[in-house]
């Protein structure tokens, strides 16, 4: 039975480019790995690819990644396993999800793997978390900083009365 938080089908081999973009990463980059981690490295916009394995049981717990990712405009794509990217990561046990925070060595295949996704050809200058994943949301507007209120008036104190002398 299919999984609900799957919303798209990923081929081999980009499934395999983004274990190898987690490789590499791993050895000179940033990477975290375990759903917690990965929550918050999206959270706080430090998260250019996130893997999300597609046989998580119970699945609520990677449910909300898709949707955060996708709010986030970060690009994702999901792994057949959860050893499979225990593997690429570097530990002896499953694990649900990794993001690749600072891709350093790995980045041009993280790159790669982010335009295979989204369809379009890798940019040179663009960063590889600017590009949204395949069916994200359009990039929101920056909000624009609170403008500065003016000082309030200081208003005249009254005059204090001064106590009778006994």
Known sequence: MAKSYIEFEVS????????????????????KKGVNEVTKSVERGIASLVLIASDVEPEEVVMHLPALCKQKNVPFVYIPTKMEIGNAVGINVPCASVSIEKAAEGEHVMKDVIARLT????AAS???????AAGAAPQQKKKEPKKEQQP???????AQQEAPKQ
């Open 12 to 31: 081999k081999e980009v499934s395999d480019k983004a274990l190898e973009a987690v490789r590499l990463a791993r050895q000179k980059g940033s990477v």
């Open 119 to 122: 369809g379009k050809a890798p």
């Open 126 to 132: 663009k960063p590889a978390a600017s590009q949204p």
């Open 152 to 158: 309030k008036k200081e208003q005249p104190k009254p």
